[in-house]
């Protein structure tokens, strides 16, 4: 997954500008964004402080790494339930 080029602390300010009454499309001229990524950082970030948007970003890296990790203890499963299945 690409790494945003926007820290939290960025995006959050970016969010709380547009909360204030700025225009958006003179916030994404200004901070180069489209209006659906202001509109996305809204929905995700809004009303959320900087330190709990880090930890909102490490958790969901935690929970990115657990699902790989299961999507593969699955995957070695189904393969050791179809050998144990075949008849020797």
Same mark, same amino acid.
């Given at each position: 997954?690409?790494?945003?080029?926007?820290?939290?602390?960025?995006?959050?300010?970016?969010?709380?500008?547009?909360?204030? &009454?700025?225009?958006? =499309?003179?916030?994404?001229?200004? %901070?180069?964004?489209?209006?659906?990524? $202001?509109?996305?950082?809204?929905? #995700?970030?809004?009303?959320?402080?900087?330190?709990?948007?880090?930890?909102?970003? &490490?958790?969901?890296? =935690?929970?990115?790494?657990?699902? %790989?990790?299961?999507?593969?203890?699955? $995957?070695?499963?189904?393969?050791? #339930?179809?050998?144990?299945?075949?008849?020797?």
């Amino acid at each position: 997954m690409r790494k945003s080029r926007f820290s939290e602390a960025q995006i959050i300010a970016v969010v709380r500008e547009h909360d204030a &009454g700025a225009k958006v =499309e003179e916030l994404c001229r200004r %901070h180069g964004i489209s209006s659906t990524t $202001l509109y996305k950082w809204k929905a #995700k970030f809004g009303g959320l402080t900087v330190p709990e948007a880090k930890r909102l970003r &490490g958790l969901e890296d =935690e929970n990115r790494r657990l699902k %790989h990790l299961l999507a593969e203890s699955m $995957l070695d499963n189904q393969a050791l #339930k179809g050998l144990l299945s075949k008849k020797w």
